[in-house]
């Protein structure tokens, strides 16, 4: 059994910043990527950052230069640090990992989600 634990959600201005956690937890062989996902009322779920475990990061075009993924291997979580935020950030924000919990068995697995609210 894995799980996907969230915090650090919350609501600020504009232009402000605010910090995702994500630890994972349970049987765990390995994470191979970890990102953060969100979706907003009436759109549909959009990637927003992944990294894996070499460190290498995607961003979405949106939240380039404004966004860090990074994650501790030793403590299975990634962190989302989010700064000049902007109203259209807001959404529930997901983690996801892709884990494998035997050597030769992996899965991908989802937060429950936290609400960032961005106000104007």
């Known amino acids: 059994q894995v799980q996907l634990v969230e915090s650090g959600g919350g609501l600020v201005q504009t232009g402000g910043s605010l910090r995702l956690s994500c630890a994972a937890s349970?049987?765990?062989?390995?994470?191979?990527?970890m990102g953060w996902y969100r979706q907003a009322p009436g759109k549909r779920r959009e990637l927003v950052a992944t990294?894996?475990?070499?460190?290498?990061?995607n961003y979405a075009d949106s939240v380039e230069g404004r966004f860090t993924i990074s994650r501790d291997n030793a403590k299975n979580t990634t962190y989302l640090q989010m700064t000049n935020l902007k109203p259209e950030d807001t959404a529930v924000y997901y983690c996801?990992?892709?884990?494998?919990?035997?050597?030769?068995?992996?899965?991908?697995?989802w937060g429950q989600g936290t609400q960032v609210t961005v106000s104007s």
């Open positions: 996801n990992a892709v884990i494998w919990t035997r050597p030769n068995r992996a899965a991908d697995y």
């Open positions: 990294i894996t475990s070499g460190g290498i990061t």
């Open positions: 349970g049987t765990i062989f390995s994470i191979f990527a």
